[in-house]
Every structure is written in C-alpha cells, then in structure tokens.
C-alpha cells in the first residue's frame, strides 16, 4: 500500500477523558456522543469503540446513510438519526436498528404507521429543525412510543437570555408530553449547568477537543494532531516571493520547509501567513498562502529539518480558531478526507 505523506494522530485517552469530564458535569443525566460527520471528521467506528469503552450508550448521526456507515450496531447501544425520517428513507430506517428524531408532523405520519419507538424534536428557538410547541399542545405526538424528547439551543456558547428561555419552555413543553427521557444540551448546553442536562446531554465538539465555553477551559485535551511531512526544504533570497500571488515577500534569505498539506486536506487558506507549526523550541511560520496540496512554513530555527521528516501543525482547536477566524467545528470536520488516522 502506498505511504500516506499525512496523518492524523489520534488521541484515545483525550477522547475518553473529553467524554467522562462532560458525563460528570452532566450530574445525573446519562450523557451521549454526537458522532455525525464521521465523527466530527475523525472516524466514527473507532470513536464509538472507544466511548463505548468508557460508558457512553447513546449516539447520535444526521443520517441514514451515517447510520449504516456504522456497520452491524450493538443491541445494547442506541442510535438516533438527527434528520428524521424522510420521504426517502423509509426502507434505510425499516432495516435499520437506529431511532429517527422526528422533526415535523410529516414525519410523525409517516413514522406512526411504523408502530415502532422514535425520538422527537421540538423547536424551542433555533428554527432549524423541530416541531413547533403549539402542534405539540395539539396533540400531535399522542399515541407514539417516544424514547427522547429533545430540543437544541441556539445560542449555548454565548451568555444570552434565550438560553434559559429555552430551557424553561422546553422544561414547560416536556411536562406535557410522554417520553422516556429529555435532552436538551448539547456540548456548550453542558456548560451552563446542571439545569441544562435534563435526563441525557448530547455532547459533540468537545468531546473531540472543542472548547465551547470558558467553563471547558483546561479541561478538555486537544484529541486530533495534525502531521505533514516535508517535501522538499530549500533556501530563498532577500526579495524572493513565496507561492500563489507572492504574498510573502522574503526581507532577508531564509529557509523553508513545503510541507505536505494544502486547503484540499482541510488545512484551509485562512491558515495563509498565519497558520504555524510546531518545532522543537517553538514555532515556524507559514509564509505565503497555502494552496492546494502544499503549504510553506520558515525552518531557519531549525536546521535539521529536512525532506521526508514529519512537521506537527499547530491545531489546537480554541488557538486555531482564533488564528484563522474559522469555527471550532470547521477545522475539526475539515480535517481527514486525504489523512491516515492513527489512533494512540
Ligand atoms: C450536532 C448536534 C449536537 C452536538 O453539538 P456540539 O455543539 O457539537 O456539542 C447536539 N444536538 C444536536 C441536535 C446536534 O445537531
């Protein structure tokens, strides 16, 4: 098999670690995993092997398709389909073990014949998806087996008075409704506190190294690292222009390293004379505008660097952010599509 000149490094044990510090901060209620995406991008089989072994026991994907990806799927896990069941999913939710999220009264219909359990959404805000409160009152949901009642916060990472507006509506809607359980907060819902968790919390980005709130702060471990390898090193002269456009300019000659990774690897032009990676004593530079498969960074502090060494991009998930004014959630499920992951 040929060799990968990138990897993601995988960190296990910050995965799990990340998972415990959120089910202890979610008190009493049971807390998930959000695994749609593959996984934020990392690789959902291996991360709900890895919950799994820490305790988690209920996963949620957006789709059908996520939800077969997953190969054959433990009886004594659950699996909620965020999307819902739509007109075209019928066959994949029939053979499937996962429970759709109902979302619209469409989708109720269309589930009630089925007789089997689901979960639902309600919008309490975040007009996305759900159903609205005042259909609920109705009626609508009478006579379905519903195992969680859900709904999602709009604006968790922020101190606004929707949060608890939506809290205390949806607490208000939930006293109305037969359900096993309620589930509201999602990683930054964690945060706000125990009123927040209901019976299950649905964590996602922070499970995977995302710190969604100060409350998060030194607490969550960075889980994916990103590693390239050098391509070629070569050496340029005062005046000399680096990649598309020439926007780094050479004040002096210098040394460079064009490593392998390019905005089509999820590494993303935002990171253009901005980005850095990390080298022993410190950092070096990305200079001039990452394109597609290659990215220059500036060597001079170390001298020892050269083609075929592997060079760890700084991607820490809050400091990255910062960085390239990307979210959390774009660096992270930008990650992977050409990588070898390498779980440690
Ligand atoms: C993605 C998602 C989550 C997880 O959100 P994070 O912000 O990544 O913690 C929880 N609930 C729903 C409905 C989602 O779509």
């Known amino acids: ?46 991360v709900v092997a890895r919950l799994r072994a820490a305790g988690c026991r209920d996963f949620f994907v957006a789709t059908w398709a996520e939800a077969e990806a997953l190969g054959p799927w433990p009886g004594e896990l659950a699996l909620s389909v965020l999307h819902g069941v739509g007109p075209d999913d019928m066959a994949a939710a029939a053979a499937s073990p996962a429970r759709p999220v109902l979302n619209s009264s469409a989708q109720v219909a269309r589930w009630r014949e089925t007789g089997r359990p689901c979960d639902v959404m309600v919008d309490t805000g975040i007009n ?40 205390r509506d949806f607490a208000a809607l939930a006293g109305g409704v037969q359900a096993r359980r309620r589930s509201l907060a999602n990683s930054a819902g964690i945060c706000l506190g125990p009123d927040f968790a209901f019976d299950l919390t649905r964590p996602g980005i922070a499970v995977y190294g995302g710190v969604p709130r100060r409350e998060a702060d ?48 999820g590494y993303l032009r935002s990171f253009s004379n901005s980005g850095r990676a990390r080298i022993a004593g410190g950092f070096a530079p990305v200079v001039g505008r990452v394109s597609m498969d290659l990215t220059a960074i500036r060597v001079d502090a170390a001298p020892a660097l050269g083609e075929g060494d592997w060079v760890e991009l700084d991607y820490d998930l809050p400091a990255a952010a910062a960085q390239s004014g990307l979210s959390q959630y774009e660096l992270l499920t930008g990650l992977g599509a050409r990588s070898e992951r390498s779980w440690r």
């Open 1 to 46: 098999m040929a060799h990968h000149p990138l990897r993601l490094i995988l960190d296990g044990d910050a995965l799990a670690a990340n998972w415990r510090w959120l089910a202890a901060r979610s008190g009493g209620a049971a807390c998930g995993a959000a695994i749609k995406a593959d996984g934020y991008g990392l690789g959902a089989r291996e």
């Open 128 to 167: 996305r998806l759900g159903l609205a409160p005042a259909d609920v009152a109705a009626g609508l949901l009478d006579g379905l087996e519903i195992e969680t009642l859900m709904s999602h916060l709009a604006s968790a990472d922020e101190d606004v008075e929707t949060n608890d507006r939506q809290r």
């Open 218 to 265: 030194g607490r969550i471990r960075q889980v994916a690292r990103v590693e390239a390898q050098i391509v070629q090193r070569r050496r340029i002269e005062a005046g000399d222009r680096v990649g598309y456009g020439g926007t780094f300019v050479a004040e002096r000659s210098c040394e460079l390293a064009i490593l392998n990774i390019g905005y089509a690897d």
